[in-house]
């Protein structure tokens, strides 16, 4: 019983990764500026690698067809959701303080820009 | 549009055969189902103590091949390698490390700098089992030395040159230690033919189990755990080689350009 949880729960997981994807790679390609494409491709990442993994790891702990080697394909699954969780905001804000401090993107069209009214990053 | 449509379609259509491949890839015919002769061969030998002038006691069919039947090759290309890097360090012999602080060297936030922390252990932690497993598992000591390596590409980016300079990894450093894994390699080869001048026996360069007429033969096993006899020396020293060897071109290729073109361009230059 457990294990057919896990299995449509991992599957779940699956499917809002792959509409994250999508929601993901419309957005890199339809948003204005540099920073809120950005926040299509973190979308993708987060939305589009963490959950699918998250949600492979349940399917291969919960499938006991796979014997031993469960916990092989289910702990490495696990491991890399945790570095994507871990590495992808670093990475993105690495991206972001970046392109605000060398001024390399316009923010337009621009709503609120509290970083600039603050007087910049330091 | 048009093009669009196209580079749609190729892309589909490529996911479509690899995911054809991988899923039913033994329907595919001979290429895919067969295992040829040759590898018949290796995957019957690799660990078989019941052939002991074939075997190499390792059940990693690849570092088996790698660096016991196919061992000289793999040597010189280590020695082509490290040739290139030797080229590099004497394109940069003149270039002073002792750069100037002139405000920079502050490297990325905070928040890039805490996680850069947190993984280096896990990579440095990566990088070893790699090697330590190469006889066992895929990997070996070029993959693992290849994984060590990015742990001073990070350095050099998140924390900046200069904070390497600060705790001393210089590329003299970088240099004698790629020098140790180079020369435990050497001793590694030549180790067989010591060992049996000593005790009096025939041996082989690089051998590793019992041979033809040399009885000599690294020991597959410590204690309990199959070490596969000179192939977890080969990883280990090959891990220690390629980490400082790539560490050596990160280090020679982050110093400054002005830097570099102000202590090399020679009279009249311009820079």
């Not at chain 1, 990764?17 to 419309?26: H, K, Q």
């Not at chain 1, 491709?41 to 993994?53: N, R, S």
């Not at chain 2, 020991?219 to 050596?248: M, R, W």
Request: aromatic share 10%.
């Amino acid at each position: 019983m457990i294990d057919y949880v896990m299995v449509v729960v991992g599957g779940v997981l699956l499917f809002v990764g792959a509409i994250c994807d999508l929601l993901g790679a419309l957005g890199m390609n339809r948003f204005p500026n540099f920073f809120v494409r950005l926040h299509a491709a973190t979308v993708g990442t987060i939305g589009g690698a963490f959950y699918p993994l998250i949600g492979a790891s349940l399917i291969a702990f919960g499938s006991e067809f796979l014997g031993f080697y469960k916990w092989f394909v289910g702990g490495c699954s696990l491991v890399s959701a945790f570095l994507i969780l871990m590495l992808a905001p670093a990475g993105s804000h690495a991206l972001a303080r970046a392109a605000h401090k060398s001024k390399a993107s316009e923010v337009t069209p621009k709503v609120v820009d509290h970083l600039e009214e603050d007087g910049g990053v330091s | 549009m048009k093009r669009e449509l196209i580079t749609a379609l190729s892309l589909t259509a490529t996911v479509l055969v690899v995911a054809y491949i991988s899923t039913l890839g033994g329907g595919l015919g001979p290429l895919f189902s067969d295992t040829r002769p040759l590898a018949k061969v290796f995957l019957s030998t690799t660990l078989d103590p019941n052939k002991p002038m074939f075997t190499a006691m390792s059940p990693e069919g690849v570092t088996a091949i790698v660096w016991d039947y196919r061992g000289l090759d793999t040597l010189f290309e280590t020695a082509v390698f490290y040739l290139a890097i030797i080229g590099a360090v004497a394109v940069y012999r003149d270039v002073s490390e002792k750069v100037v602080l002139k405000g920079g060297g502050v490297g990325l936030s905070k928040i890039v700098k805490l996680v850069t922390k947190l993984l280096i252990p896990m990579n440095i932690a990566i990088a070893i089992s790699i090697a330590l497993h190469g006889h066992l598992t895929p990997g070996g000591g070029f993959q693992a030395g290849a994984a060590m390596a990015v742990v001073p590409m990070i350095l050099i980016v998140v924390f900046s040159r200069y904070f390497l300079l600060e705790v001393k990894i210089s590329k003299g450093l970088a240099l004698a230690l790629r020098s140790i894994g180079l020369i435990g390699i050497a001793f590694t080869v030549f180790l067989p033919i010591i060992i049996a001048l000593i005790s009096g026996v025939n041996s082989y360069i690089m051998q590793n189990q019992v041979k033809f007429g040399a009885p000599f033969s690294f020991p597959a096993f410590f204690g309990d755990s199959l070490i596969s006899g000179s192939l977890i020396l080969y990883n280990l020293f090959e891990l220690l080689a390629v980490t400082f060897g790539f560490s050596i071109l990160f280090l020679l290729l982050s110093i400054e350009e002005s830097l570099v073109k102000e202590q090399m361009g020679g009279e009249g230059s311009e820079h």
